[in-house]
């Protein structure tokens, strides 16, 4: 554990401590052979997460980072020589909130001098399916965030999270499914061909914002793509049943069918489809690959194996 007071190491403020990005972020660098000052942003000090980081050495800052709270983020940042903001746009489902929020946090950043913003984007998938594919919002806003950073004057990289390995064993539209028979199918829209960055979110994301602050490959300007392991997924299918001892099948079904399993109204259960299409057309990273961004990581990541095994599927497959 290097996490330091001193006030000669790097301050790195992270935003979301207590989710799944921003944790992984935390534990990355606490495990770092370099020392860091970290500062941890939350709403609620009081959430376990938050409290286990303040007992390691974070310094936890309760703060909101409402696009009406620049004061706030102002303060949260300041000192900071990086900053890593992530968003939760599933927490309102409001694409033009999250745009301006971001758009925000890189002005604040800028304003206090910070020298290297580290923001988890994603694709506009509108952008590159030509208009295709319209709807993927959590996508398309994140892509525009990027723009805005790239262009924003502040040191910028961008490190885009593969697909979450839990999807698979949390949203109900994903999930491998009992049939009458007593097996399992695990169906979606798209052929078992497709290929996914897939990532223990958790575990490993941190790893790659990691390699972003010290390796010298990467930092202003670069983009990092993460993933555990690039695999397809039938192949997922196949290991899952195989590792779990359980018969499970993968089945393509229809766009209505996916829609209407997902349990979600239909503006978001739309999201869910597009992106998914979209991954099988033109690849989750728009047909760039992850190899570059996997070569200077402080250890190995899970591979989806990995995260089946550690994972308790005895709810999911029962
Ligand atoms: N599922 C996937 O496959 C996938 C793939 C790539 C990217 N993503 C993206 O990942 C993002 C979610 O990241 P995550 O999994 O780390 O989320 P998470 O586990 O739900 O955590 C979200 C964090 O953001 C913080 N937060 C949210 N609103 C805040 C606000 N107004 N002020 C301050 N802090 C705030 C929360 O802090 P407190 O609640 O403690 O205040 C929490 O720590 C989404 O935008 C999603 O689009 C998902």
């Known amino acids: 554990?290097?996490?330091?007071?001193?006030?000669?190491?790097?301050?790195?403020?992270?935003?979301?401590?207590?989710?799944?990005?921003?944790?992984?972020?935390?534990?990355?660098?606490?495990?770092?052979?370099?020392?860091?000052?970290?500062?941890?942003?939350t709403r609620d000090v009081n959430k376990p997460a938050a409290q286990e980081f303040a007992a390691k050495g974070v310094e936890v800052v309760a703060v909101s980072l409402t696009s009406d709270n620049a004061t706030g983020a102002r303060e949260a940042f300041?000192?900071?020589?990086?900053?890593?903001v992530v968003t939760n746009y599933w927490e309102h489902l409001d694409v033009n909130r999250e745009v301006a929020e971001v758009k925000m946090l890189i002005d604040q950043?800028?304003?206090?001098?910070?020298?290297?913003?580290?923001?988890?984007?994603?694709?506009s998938i509108i952008k590159v399916s030509?208009?295709?594919?319209?709807?993927?919002?959590?996508?398309n806003g994140k892509g525009e965030i990027t723009e805005?950073?790239?262009h924003s004057g502040i040191p910028f990289v961008n490190v885009q999270s593969g697909w979450y390995a839990s999807n698979f064993a949390k949203l109900d539209g994903m999930k491998p499914k009992k049939q009458a028979d007593g097996s399992f199918v695990l169906a979606?829209?798209?052929?078992?061909?497709?290929?996914?960055?897939?990532?223990?979110?958790?575990?490993d994301y941190g790893l790659f914002v990691q390699e972003a602050i010290e390796s010298p490959e990467f930092g202003?300007?670069?983009?990092?793509?993460?993933?555990?392991?690039?695999?397809?997924?039938?192949?997922?299918?196949?290991?899952?049943?195989?590792?779990?001892?359980?018969?499970?099948?993968?089945?393509r079904i229809g766009d209505e069918e996916f829609l209407a399993a997902t349990g979600l109204p239909r503006s978001v259960a739309l999201e869910v489809l597009e992106s998914l299409k979209y991954h099988e057309e033109w690849g989750y990273?728009?047909?760039?690959?992850?190899?570059?961004?996997?070569?200077?990581?402080?250890?190995?990541?899970?591979?989806?194996?990995?995260?089946?095994?550690?994972?308790?599927?005895?709810?999911?497959?029962?």
Do not use: C
Not at 78 to 84: E, K, L, P, R
Not at 109 to 123: C, D, H, P, R
């Open 1 to 41: 554990m290097t996490i330091t007071q001193d006030s000669s190491a790097p301050l790195i403020v992270v935003v979301g401590i207590t989710g799944n990005q921003g944790g992984s972020v935390v534990n990355a660098l606490a495990e770092s052979s370099k020392p860091y000052r970290i500062r941890g942003l």
């Open 78 to 84: 300041n000192g900071a020589d990086i900053t890593f």
């Open 109 to 123: 950043a800028k304003t206090v001098g910070v020298k290297l913003f580290i923001w988890s984007g994603l694709e």
């Open 130 to 139: 030509k208009g295709k594919y319209p709807n993927v919002h959590h996508f």
């Open 148 to 150: 805005y950073g790239r």
């Open 188 to 203: 979606l829209p798209v052929g078992p061909q497709t290929l996914l960055p897939v990532l223990d979110t958790p575990h």
């Open 220 to 251: 202003a300007g670069s983009e990092v793509l993460t993933s555990g392991e690039d695999i397809t997924v039938g192949d997922m299918v196949s290991q899952l049943a195989e590792i779990t001892g359980k018969k499970i099948t993968f089945a």
């Open 285 to 318: 990273y728009a047909g760039k690959t992850t190899d570059a961004s996997r070569r200077h990581l402080a250890r190995p990541t899970r591979t989806w194996a990995d995260f089946v095994k550690s994972t308790n599927w005895s709810s999911i497959l029962a």
